[in-house]
């Protein structure tokens, strides 16, 4: 029996399968599967419609519903995109926004994502906001050309306000340094384009000329997309600029493009390249003079560096054939060690995996026959457990005499005739009156020498059914 599987009568049986049925979603499942089909049906849009309830959040996205006369369409522009608009549309504006379809999972509504958002007609978005901007200044006086002021003939100082990395700032000193290298020029630098860079620039512009005396001030970047230009086109730039206690040029991307900047600015340029032409006088003498220096410069250094490259050029080489000559020894002794190292490798571990598999099998024997051992032991001590339980002695046909305070009766001094006694069985109790007392023999024990076998356990303190005291109730009531 100890090597058989024991039997579970209480395992659940295995539950028999279900019919299949129609697939049950969760409404997250639809949604996502919604969301899949429409971006897949229709990857990019453009949509014509009306704004309204245009709102733009304090994250920066923007919300708003596009509709024509018969429905409407929710749409969202993210905060990257729409800090690139140059204004936000009027209620009833028409426009053509382009982007893609999309579910909002969350509230399972559809909505448009638009990537792109344009005026319909002619005018568009940026120049409508040109000329609104462009009209307020106007009736302010800032453009008037009578405020403009002369730029200085010889400055000293230029100040330049442009991006520290952009193409602008190296063709304004490339320019400088070539017509007045004796001029300072200081830079402030600022984004010129994206989310904010109006105010950048700015606050460049206030901070630079509160901190440096400037005779003149460069303020532009290089060309670009009407879009990139933009933050010229803003309202922060130019009162900056109106407000500014010195003379500015303003040199925004090309001839073509023209900016607020440019409107308000003490003098437009076309380029940065000529802005800087603007700001300092050409100087003919030292040029003429460096004219005449340059060439006995140039050879000097060239002839410097032919000989440093020739003698660079020997060295290398020189060095390259005195590294592979050292190293040529050393890789062959290496290549020949790992040659050698993988078959050796294996020769060790060999053996060593062998034993420790040996070893594994060992130790799973070793469990199982413990295991066994263990299990035998149990069964016996369960089994002497048993043999040694009261009720396993109730169930022989003993029973356990009970004074009516519930102490178990030992002695015969304990009662007198008369005296009211329970008596305990294995399936319940016995109420009992004493007739007499009397002495009997001490029992035998049933494992005596002459059994020839070990003692057996001593008989309770009770007496076997059949001898019990005559009963003055043949009701039989189990304990409580």
Same mark, same amino acid.
Request: charged share 25%; glycine share 10%.
């Given at each position: ?26 409404? $997250? ?18 949509? /014509? ?51 893609? !379809?999309? !579910? ?15 005026? +319909? ?46 193409? %602008? ?41 509160? /901190? ?122 290496? +290549? ?29 024997? $070793? ?5 066994? !051992? ?50 305990? !069985? ?49 009701? $039989? %009531?189990?304990?409580?």
């Amino acid at each position: 029996m100890s090597g058989e599987e024991p039997l579970d009568l209480f395992s659940a049986a295995e539950p028999s399968p279900e019919p299949e049925g129609p697939r049950v979603w969760t409404v $997250s499942e639809i949604n996502g599967a919604v969301r899949a089909l429409l971006e897949e049906a229709l990857p990019e849009v453009q949509v /014509a419609g009306e704004v309204a309830n245009w709102t733009r959040a304090r994250s920066g996205h923007c919300y708003f519903t596009l509709k024509d006369d018969g429905a409407q369409l929710r749409s969202v522009m993210w905060r990257g995109r729409a800090s690139r608009l140059p204004m936000d549309p009027e209620e009833g504006f028409r426009v053509r926004a382009t982007g893609t !379809l999309t !579910l909002y999972e969350a509230r399972g509504e559809y909505q448009l994502n638009v990537r792109e958002l344009e005026a +319909e007609g002619e005018e568009g978005l940026w120049k409508l906001a040109f000329e609104k901007l462009r009209k307020t200044l106007m009736a302010e006086g800032l453009l008037d050309p009578a405020r403009r002021r002369p730029i200085p003939t010889f400055p000293r100082t230029v100040g330049v306000v442009t991006s520290p990395t952009g193409a %602008a700032l190296r063709d304004i000193l490339s320019v400088i340094g070539r017509r007045a290298p004796w001029t300072r020029v200081v830079l402030r630098g600022a984004r010129v384009q994206g989310e904010g860079a109006s105010l950048e620039v700015a606050r460049a512009l206030q901070a630079l000329v509160a /901190a440096v005396p400037c005779d003149v001030v460069i303020v532009g970047r290089g060309g670009g997309s009407i879009e990139d230009l933009w933050a010229f086109n803003e309202e922060p730039v130019a009162r900056a600029i109106a407000g500014c206690p010195v003379p500015v040029i303003s040199a925004v991307g090309h001839e073509t493009d023209v900016t607020i900047a440019d409107l308000v600015a003490d003098l437009r340029a076309p380029t940065p390249s000529a802005a800087a032409e603007a700001a300092v006088a050409d100087g003919i003498v030292l040029r003429e003079a460096l004219g005449r220096l340059r060439p006995r410069l140039a050879r000097g250094l060239r002839g410097q560096v032919e000989r440093r490259a020739t003698r660079l050029g020997e060295a290398r080489g020189r060095m390259d054939r005195g590294i592979r000559h050292l190293l040529r020894p050393r890789r062959q002794a290496l +290549e020949s060690r790992a040659g050698r190292l993988a078959p050796a490798m294996r020769g060790i571990l060999a053996p060593r995996n062998a034993r420790v598999e040996r070893a594994l099998e060992r130790l799973g024997s $070793s469990v199982r026959r413990l295991v066994e !051992l263990r299990r035998a032991a149990l069964a016996e001590r369960a089994g002497q457990v048993e043999a040694l339980s009261p009720l396993s002695t109730l169930r022989r046909g003993y029973a356990v005499p009970l004074l009516a305070d519930g102490r178990v009766v030992r002695t015969r001094s304990q009662v007198q005739p008369g005296d009211t006694l329970g008596l305990r !069985l294995v399936d319940g109790r016995l109420d009992c009156t004493v007739d007499r007392v009397r002495d009997d023999p001490p029992p035998v024990s049933l494992g005596g020498a002459g059994s020839g076998g070990p003692p057996g356990p001593p008989p309770p303190s009770g007496v076997p059914h059949g001898d019990s005291p005559s009963s003055s109730s043949n009701d $039989s %009531a189990p304990d409580p």
